[in-house]
């Protein structure tokens, strides 16, 4: 296996145990059962520690989140992007049976104890609302309002997925979906 496969086998796993249990709980140990990688190819990928892999692995999502986002704007209209992002936080929480939701979110809970992870969360944020607002601002919206759509849409897809989690429940990813579909279709 290559380097850059074990270190993205790596960055995986991490964002799946950060998932689950957040950052401060899940150890490296889950991290390396995860990934299948050795133990020791930790500290050789990651010389700095948890602290940097947490870091690397949120950014690693945000990006793919991104890039996801990138490849949906090109050819969907504001309510398919609703859609097929609250679609996959549903998915993503009844296949783990509500145990998953999302790491960028838990690195922005949990900052104070790994600062590298809470900049990457930062970071992820800001770029999943410039790609929104740069869109919906294309689709017609002034860019104040297309700026005030892009946050109300990232602050209540991530609200409602963990309290999706915390209750058991979609209802309240169906409820805000709805609701959001209807504020970012197109100005008349």
């Given at each position: 296996?290559?380097?850059?496969d074990?270190?993205?086998?790596?960055l995986?796993?991490?964002?799946n145990?950060f998932?689950?249990?957040g950052i401060?709980t899940t150890?490296?140990?889950?991290?390396v059962e995860?990934?299948?990688?050795?133990?020791?190819?930790?500290?050789h990928?990651?010389?700095?520690?948890?602290g940097?892999l947490?870091?690397?692995?949120?950014a690693?999502?945000g990006r793919?989140?991104?890039?996801?986002i990138s490849s949906?704007?090109?050819?969907?209209?504001?309510?398919?992007?609703?859609?097929?992002v609250?679609t996959i936080f549903?998915n993503s929480?009844?296949?783990s049976?509500f145990?998953?939701?999302?790491p960028?979110a838990a690195a922005?809970?949990?900052g104070?104890?790994t600062?590298?992870?809470?900049?990457a969360?930062g970071e992820?944020?800001?770029?999943?609302e410039s790609l929104?607002?740069s869109f919906?601002?294309?689709?017609?919206?002034?860019?104040?309002?297309?700026?005030?759509?892009a946050?109300?849409?990232?602050?209540?897809i991530e609200g409602?997925?963990?309290?999706?989690?915390?209750?058991?429940t979609?209802?309240?990813l169906?409820?805000?979906?709805?609701?959001l579909?209807a504020?970012v279709s197109?100005p008349?």
């Amino acid at each position: 296996m290559a380097d850059s496969d074990s270190r993205t086998l790596m960055l995986v796993g991490a964002i799946n145990a950060f998932r689950e249990h957040g950052i401060a709980t899940t150890s490296l140990s889950e991290i390396v059962e995860r990934s299948g990688a050795p133990r020791g190819s930790v500290y050789h990928y990651f010389p700095e520690g948890k602290g940097q892999l947490a870091g690397e692995a949120v950014a690693y999502f945000g990006r793919g989140v991104s890039a996801a986002i990138s490849s949906m704007i090109a050819q969907s209209s504001p309510p398919e992007i609703i859609d097929a992002v609250v679609t996959i936080f549903r998915n993503s929480l009844v296949e783990s049976d509500f145990a998953s939701s999302c790491p960028v979110a838990a690195a922005a809970v949990e900052g104070a104890s790994t600062p590298a992870a809470l900049v990457a969360a930062g970071e992820s944020f800001t770029s999943w609302e410039s790609l929104l607002t740069s869109f919906f601002w294309q689709q017609g919206h002034p860019s104040e309002t297309a700026a005030q759509c892009a946050t109300v849409v990232i602050a209540s897809i991530e609200g409602a997925t963990l309290m999706a989690k915390a209750q058991h429940t979609t209802a309240p990813l169906d409820r805000i979906g709805a609701h959001l579909k209807a504020l970012v279709s197109a100005p008349s």
